[in-house]
């Protein structure tokens, strides 16, 4: 079974040992995105859910562009808040970016991250 990294340069780069996303290749193409955080590739993270969302969004769609893919190659989201308020707000970002509902999909509300400014982290399992 033949594994790919994914680091696209365009965005900040793992904070430790892992990838953004791994392509395993085994007759179907499948990527496991790690959890994206709302942090730019200049280490900027907004102050609101909504931005660090989208940066989140941002971030996923360029390791499944690096990957050969897009968002319609999903089959799953995790997705994980730190506050029961910002779920509407992860809702409407990710409507964003997805239409339809032909994909597996998790929210966990979470007491923090390894930084206490995040508030959003976001992961994918894609298929081609």
């Known amino acids: 079974m033949g594994?790919?990294?994914i680091n696209p340069p365009?965005?900040?780069q793992p904070f430790a040992a892992y990838s953004h996303g791994l392509v395993v290749e085994?007759?179907?193409?499948?990527?496991?995105?790690?959890?994206?955080?709302?942090v730019g590739p200049d280490d900027f993270i907004p102050e609101s859910a909504e931005d660090q969302a989208v940066i989140c969004f941002e971030n996923i769609r360029a390791i499944l562009a690096e990957a050969g893919m897009d968002?319609?190659?999903?089959?799953?989201?995790?997705?994980?808040?730190t506050d029961r308020a910002y779920f509407p707000v992860y809702g409407s970002v990710r409507s964003r970016y997805v239409s339809g509902?032909?994909?597996?999909?998790?929210?966990?509300?979470?007491?923090?991250?390894?930084?206490?400014?995040?508030?959003?982290e976001v992961e994918v399992t894609a298929v081609a």
């Not at 007759?27 to 955080?37: C, E, T, V």
């Not at 509902?101 to 959003?120: C, D, H, M, Q, Y």
């Open 10 to 12: 365009t965005i900040r």
């Open 3 to 5: 594994r790919t990294s």
């Open 26 to 38: 085994d007759g179907k193409r499948i990527l496991f995105a790690s959890g994206q955080l709302g």
């Open 101 to 120: 509902n032909a994909f597996a999909s998790t929210l966990l509300i979470v007491s923090g991250f390894t930084r206490p400014e995040f508030k959003v």
């Open 71 to 81: 968002f319609s190659h999903v089959v799953r989201f995790s997705a994980f808040v």
